[in-house]
């Protein structure tokens, strides 16, 4: 019995904190009931291990008092009542609450004063007391701007003007002289272009020095396909120059992009396969250029070869050059060759506009003109297009979460028998809504009008497919008009797999026959992002308004987009 209770002893000794160390218990008063109330309102922590800890929430409680307006609070005593208890007295005394400051007008503009006061005038602006930390701290930041990098402003003369208002004097220490940037130096990628740092970014030599808006500019080197920032950018400030260090990495910019696609042909019931490639290449002479060539082959005996070439920033300019050139062939019926050239203006890294000429010129390649719905003719049209591109850089399967292009045509169409005015208008957004990291929905919305008093079949605008409605042979249809939806639920699996859903919508037009109807698409997908570049495999089905469903118009398209 004593081994047992002599056990119970040791443990208790062991386990029990209490019995070496006691909580302190605090209690703050005021100078009248009404103080107290108000300091009690604050749930202040009255519990503490330490007198150190005590003494740190009697400063903390004061200073929350000083910044509400209670400037001439004043800590009384602090009394031990006993071995756990502490009592506090604190006067909150006069509230203040709003002070006038006065300022030069040759070191601050009134339109800054306006942003954060309501009563400015010439020589003194006022504000209330609880806002005067944020505010100070505003007009330090745009100073800041301003080219003064360790500029110091402060508060002096501080004296009361009367029971609920004080004033005092600004004090700005910002340095006479204007700091800009002297010198950019790349490190990392030394051949990074030039252009797109005074274009792109908006950075250049002789720019006031703001670190924090050279920051944000430099995050944008991410939107960029063939270059990424490794760190943030540093600053060597000697006595009379500002050298402005940018840190980035050249990527793998190039990649080649292709899909299979089979189905079984309605008339043989044979299994037939089709398919295209795309080739990029990216600033592959660091300068920025992109040359694109694209060549498809589908199960209409169809064939299209694309060549693009983009060159921007021409002699060290916001202004660059698009070319296009476009060959298009239906079996024995007709080729078309369509030719462009824009010029390009960056506004910034995310906006671009253009404006241009384009030539199409159309061939009847049939022997005998046994279809009058195909003819020669030759196109000319004035275009001007707007762009917007905004990236999300951090998702390596969808590295863009919203895009629009609005492109307007207007001219003349010639054939041997007369000429007339045509119009055509393009439009094509997408927007990726995520919910979180795991789950979004995609929304592609695509259209096109050719607008004409007559129509030819080869020059009709040609829809369907893997890049624009699913579930249907590629460029298998023709129109005057059409309008389509792409919808897709996404579920991000882990940052290299997804899978979704397949919901296409369109409606179309064609004047030349006189028809219109709508068309859907339904199925899923999935993407593996590999060593060798982006995987996917889409499973999709198409009908028409009034046709039923048959699993044998199912298309299954497969598709690698390789980077290197």
């Known amino acids: 019995m004593q081994k047992t209770s002599f056990l119970l002893v040791i443990i208790y000794i062991l386990f029990s904190s209490e019995v070496f160390c006691q909580n302190l218990k605090l209690k703050i008063n005021g100078n009248t009931p009404i103080e107290t109330k108000k300091i009690d309102s604050l749930d ?28 001439e609070n004043n800590l009384l005593q602090i009394n031990k009542l006993n071995d756990t208890l502490f009592i506090v007295e604190i006067h909150l005394k006069n509230k203040y609450r709003n ?10 503009s009134q339109t800054l004063l306006e942003s954060i006061s309501n009563k400015v005038n010439d020589d003194y602006f006022e504000i209330p007391l609880s806002e005067i930390e944020k505010s100070l701290e505003y007009i330090n930041s745009k100073t800041t701007e301003l080219g003064f990098p360790f500029s110091k402003l402060k508060l002096a003369d501080i004296k009361v003007k009367d029971s609920h208002n004080l004033e005092a004097k600004l004090i700005i220490d910002s340095q006479n002289k204007k700091r800009v940037i002297n010198n950019i130096v790349v490190k990392g990628y030394e051949k990074f272009p030039r252009s797109y740092l005074k274009h792109f970014l908006k950075i250049k030599k002789n720019q006031l020095f703001d670190l924090k808006t050279i920051n944000e500019k430099t995050t944008q080197i991410n939107d960029l396909r063939f270059a990424n920032q490794i760190k943030g950018p540093e600053v060597l400030f000697s ?3 500002t050298s402005l260090y940018i840190y980035v990495k050249k990527l793998q910019s190039n990649s080649f992009d292709g899909f299979l696609g089979f189905g079984t042909n309605e008339d043989t019931n044979k299994l037939e396969f089709n398919g295209y490639l795309n080739l990029n290449l990216m600033n592959n002479l660091n300068f920025g250029e992109t040359f694109r060539l694209l060549y498809k082959s589908d199960e209409n005996d169809q064939n299209t070869f694309e060549t693009n070439l983009t060159l921007p920033y021409l002699f060290k300019s916001p202004i660059g050059v698009d070319l296009q050139l476009n060959i298009f062939r239906r079996d024995s019926s007709f080729s078309t ?8 203006y960056q506004i910034n890294s995310k906006h671009k506009v253009y404006t241009g000429v384009s030539n199409t010129k159309s061939d009847n390649l049939l022997s005998s003109n046994i279809n009058n719905q195909i003819d020669d003719f030759n196109t000319n049209y004035y275009s001007l297009a707007y762009e917007y591109i905004k990236p999300q850089s951090n998702n390596l399967l969808f590295p863009y979460n919203a895009a629009l292009l609005i492109e307007t045509n207007f001219g003349e169409r010639e054939n041997n028998s007369n000429s007339e005015k045509q119009s055509l208008l393009i439009i094509d957004a997408f927007k990726i809504v995520n919910f979180n990291n795991k789950n979004s929905i995609y929304i592609r919305v695509n259209g096109s009008n050719l607008n004409s008093n007559s129509y030819f079949e080869n020059e009709l605008l040609r829809f369907g497919g893997i890049n624009s409605i699913r579930g249907f042979e590629e460029n298998s249809i023709l129109a005057s008009q059409y309008g389509l939806i792409n919808s897709e639920y996404r579920y991000q699996l882990n940052n290299s797999i997804f899978i979704h859903t397949i919901t296409d919508v369109a409606y179309f037009e064609n004047k030349l026959s006189n028809t219109d109807e709508k068309l859907f698409g339904y199925g899923f997908g999935f993407g593996i992002l590999t060593k060798s570049g982006l995987l996917k495999l889409n499973y999709a089905n198409g009908k028409s308004e009034n046709q039923k469903f048959k699993l044998s118009n199912s298309k299954i398209h497969i598709s690698l987009k390789a980077q290197f």
């Open 44 to 71: 202040y922590l009255k519990i503490h291990k330490n007198y150190s800890s005590i003494k740190s929430e009697i400063d903390s409680i004061q200073n929350v008092f000083f910044k509400a307006g209670y400037i």
């Open 99 to 108: 002070i006038s400051i006065y300022y030069n007008k040759n070191e601050i």
């Open 239 to 241: 006595k009379d120059s």
């Open 337 to 344: 060759a369509k030719q462009s050239a824009k010029i390009h």
